[in-house]
């Protein structure tokens, strides 16, 4: 699984893509939160983020994508398993937050937002979010017996070093016949 992560301050665009019914979007996750379209959740943030007129780009989006296989034995009960993990571990248990789960292709993934204020109208810190996510998404990852980014790059590094050793035996072939 990997996890990137950002702040954003094009909530409203940002939320009205991730419910997009055009991509097989199903809400897997709400917390503090009444609204049921783009527009009204968007007003339920802003309306905590007004607490906060200091802070711009006030919604973190996230981006949690299994990957292909294990996204397609995911079920959406595991996938706000999953979703509910990465929010616990990045603190984020306390803010207003939903997530939408994308089945448009053949690679699974999960569109979270939250809101960076908090109810009592501290921003939360984003310094290095996206390193952040990355990190927490292989924890959650590993919690969850998912397949992690570092399995990923090493079955990769594993395959090129077969790759190249067949290269290197039929170069060696062709320069033994010289």
């Known amino acids: 699984?990997?996890?990137?992560?950002?702040?954003?301050?094009?909530?409203?665009?940002?939320?009205?893509?991730?419910?997009?019914?055009?991509?097989?979007s199903e809400i897997i996750h709400s917390q503090y939160l009444a609204g049921e379209t783009p527009r009204?959740?968007?007003e339920e943030f802003k309306v905590i983020q007004e607490q906060n007129e200091l802070?711009?780009?006030n919604t973190l989006s996230f981006?949690?994508?299994p990957t292909i296989g294990d996204g397609r034995k995911l079920e959406s009960e595991r996938l706000k398993?999953?979703?509910?993990?990465?929010?616990?571990?990045?603190?984020?248990?306390?803010?207003?937050?939903?997530?939408?789960?994308?089945?448009?292709?053949?690679?699974?993934?999960?569109?979270?937002?939250a809101n960076r204020i908090n109810f009592q109208g501290k921003a939360?810190?984003?310094?290095?979010?996206?390193?952040?996510?990355?990190?927490?998404a292989?924890?959650?990852?590993?919690?969850?017996?998912l397949t992690t980014v570092r399995e990923v790059q090493q079955e990769k590094l594993y395959r090129m070093q077969y790759v190249r050793s067949e290269i290197q035996k039929i170069h060696e072939k062709v320069m033994a016949k010289e």
């Not at 699984?1 to 097989?24: C, P, R, V």
């Not at 979703?83 to 993934?109: C, G, P, S, W, Y």
């Not at 292989?138 to 017996?145: C, F, I, L, Y």
């Open 1 to 24: 699984m990997i996890g990137m992560g950002k702040s954003i301050s094009h909530t409203s665009a940002s939320m009205s893509y991730g419910m997009n019914q055009e991509k097989g």
């Open 40 to 42: 009204e959740i968007t």
């Open 55 to 57: 802070c711009r780009k």
């Open 63 to 65: 981006v949690l994508s």
């Open 81 to 113: 398993e999953m979703t509910e993990r990465f929010l616990k571990e990045m603190n984020l248990k306390q803010h207003q937050a939903i997530a939408f789960v994308h089945r448009d292709k053949e690679h699974v993934h999960v569109h979270l937002y």
């Open 124 to 136: 939360y810190n984003d310094s290095f979010i996206g390193k952040r996510s990355q990190q927490v």
């Open 138 to 145: 292989e924890r959650v990852a590993k919690q969850m017996d």
